[in-house]
Nanobody, 130 residues
Framework: QVQLVESGGGSVQAGGALRLSCAAS???????????MGWFRQAPGKEREGVAA???????SYADSVKGRFTISKDTAKNPLYLEMNNLKPEDTAIYYC?????????????????????WGQGTQVTVSS
């Protein structure tokens, strides 16, 4: 089992910034395994959407709506995972979730890959006011 705990959410005005963190732990989260990790968000009445994903090899992918504003990164090989969010907009308001799934070097780490089968955190609320 892998446990994921998000933190760093809050309320900001449009144009502001926040940094989300995701701490991973558990027997299944081994430094010997490779992981695809990422961030999703879900706004009221909407489906959960992928925001960003990052492979252990350093490759990253982003949703078009956040490119140039959000940055996904890791402090060490896997733990913790960050999402730096700048120039926040009211439409960024959502619950943000961290996800993780083991992966091989040949697989592409993406939100689609995570959506198929991943461990999930409980989420952290981000509210952006205009």
């Amino acid at each position: 089992q892998v446990q994921l705990v998000e933190s760093g959410g809050g309320s900001v005005q449009a144009g502001g910034a926040l940094r989300l963190s995701c701490a991973a732990s558990g027997y299944g989260f081994s430094m010997l395994s490779r992981y695809c990790m990422g961030w999703f968000r879900q706004a009221p009445g909407k489906e959960r959407e992928g925001v960003a994903a990052m492979h252990d090899d350093g490759s990253r992918s982003y949703a078009d709506s956040v490119k140039g504003r959000f940055t996904i990164s890791k402090d060490t090989a896997k733990n913790p995972l960050y999402l730096e969010m700048n120039n926040l907009k009211p439409e960024d308001t959502a619950i943000y979730y961290c996800a993780a799934r083991s992966i091989t070097w040949t697989k592409i780490c993406s939100s689609d890959y995570l959506r198929e089968d991943a461990y999930w955190g409980q989420g952290t609320q981000v509210t952006v006011s205009s």
